[in-house]
């Protein structure tokens, strides 16, 4: 039972240092500021803590089931990584090509347009908010990787692994509602004009982790290629 522990608390804290760089909770929070930019504080509550679940059920499937789901579909974890990538490029393309015209104030706006964008805002909170920039294809990379681990071991080891991952996610998830909820507290902190700046410098990372995702589903499926 010891050496169950220690090897509990060991993959716990791996779980969460392999996710905390691609779920990047304080980094993307700053992206997805202007999404929340326009909600009342009890809407801002309870759009994160919606986008938190979702990250979190897609995280837990994945953990769970995805294999299946995989192998259901005929898919393997480079197409993933590709058709991921490019999808997080994307946005982060829209991101640094956006015009900060294109988003008012919210003192400017009227009770219809408020409404209209908080609706807006609801219609984004799974695609693409929560799916992929928050959890995308590198998350569940990182949680086939971790969980292929442990798929062949017997029932007990399997059973603490998957536990110590489960608890590495709700971490990752605590994390998740804590900066998004209070990233207008740190932007106040840092002024409107650092804020642009900011935006700019992650959507760039974005576009970045995208195409790193993407090169190496690439990179894998090549040397499968060649192997073939």
């Not at 779920?23 to 759009?47: E, H, W």
């Not at 994945?62 to 192998?71: D, K, P, R, S, V």
């Not at 949680?143 to 798929?151: G, H, I, K, M, N």
């Not at 998740?176 to 935006?199: A, D, K, P, Q, W």
Request: charged share 15%.
């Amino acid at each position: 039972m010891t050496i169950h522990f220690n090897d509990f608390i060991h993959l716990v804290f791996i779980g969460f240092v392999a996710l905390f760089p691609v779920v990047n909770p304080l980094g993307t929070a700053f992206i997805l500021s202007p999404y929340f930019s326009d909600l009342s504080r009890k809407q801002r509550i309870n759009a994160v803590a919606r986008v938190t679940f979702y990250s979190f059920m897609i995280c837990v499937v994945t953990l769970f089931i995805g294999h299946w789901i995989l192998e259901l579909f005929g898919l393997s974890i480079p197409i993933i990584q590709l058709a991921g990538g490019i999808m997080i490029c994307k946005i982060g393309w829209e991101f640094l090509s956006s015009d900060e015209k294109e988003v008012p104030a919210a003192k400017t706006a009227d009770k219809v347009e408020q409404l209209e964008k908080i609706k807006q805002v609801e219609k984004k909170l799974f695609y693409p908010i929560t799916f992929p920039i928050t959890a995308g294809a590198g998350t569940i990379a990182v949680l086939f990787t971790l969980s292929a681990q442990s798929a062949d071991q017997d029932l007990s080891v399997y059973l603490v692994n998957m536990g110590a991952l489960f608890i590495s996610i709700i971490g990752i998830c605590i994390l998740i509602f804590l900066f998004y909820l209070n990233t207008n507290r740190l932007i106040s902190y840092i002024g409107s004009h650092n804020e642009v700046i900011i935006n700019r410098i992650m959507a760039f990372l974005i576009f970045c982790v995208g195409l790193q995702i993407a090169a190496g589903g690439i990179t894998h499926l090549v040397k499968v290629a060649f192997k073939l």
